[in-house]
């Protein structure tokens, strides 16, 4: 991580993430000190650590306007519920990134990219998602010439890894063990 610029943190607060990149995991940050941003929930990072290792971002705009992408893979959450919607893409007017949504489509509005595009404050984007789906055929992001929208496939299943992972889920569900990555209805994901 010593060649760093910015760390993107997306990870659910739980105790297995708790203080997770304090200590020596960041040592090596310590001399170029890259941008720390925390989209997700909890204490990854102990106060001693975030002031010796990192420069943390309090808003988000600070840190697109240095973006050369913006790739989205975060959950729909009401944390991140319209989190670039209405204005906040302006930041990105000068060095204009590439969008890219995979995630959920409810992080941004397709009025806001309609109009970050037609303003010049990014150059184009990959629609992977979108708040309401399918997008209606007469929608104006379908005659943008540098948007492409793909129907909700990101994520392309393997079918012997699913298959693999019901087997162990299944397993420790006989032994009244915890499931592997079973959803959270307090977090959203």
Known sequence: ???????????????????????????????????????????????????????????????????????????????????????????????KPYFINIGRGDLINTSTIDKAIREGWICGALLDVMEKEPLPPDHPLWSIPNVSITPHCSGVPNIIQMADLFVRNFNKFKENEPLLYAYDFNSGY
């Open 1 to 95: 991580m010593e060649d760093c610029d910015y760390l993107v943190s997306i990870l659910p607060g739980t105790s297995e993430t708790k203080y997770m990149l304090s200590g020596d995991v960041l040592k090596s940050c310590n001399k170029k000190k890259p941008f720390f941003i925390n989209i997700g929930r909890g204490n990854l990072i102990d106060s001693g650590t975030i002031q010796k290792a990192i420069r943390q971002i309090d808003k988000i705009s600070e840190f697109l306007e240095e973006c050369d992408y913006i790739i989205s893979v975060l959950p729909g959450t009401p944390e991140t519920k319209d989190m670039l919607s209405g204005e906040i893409l302006k930041s990105c007017k000068h060095k």
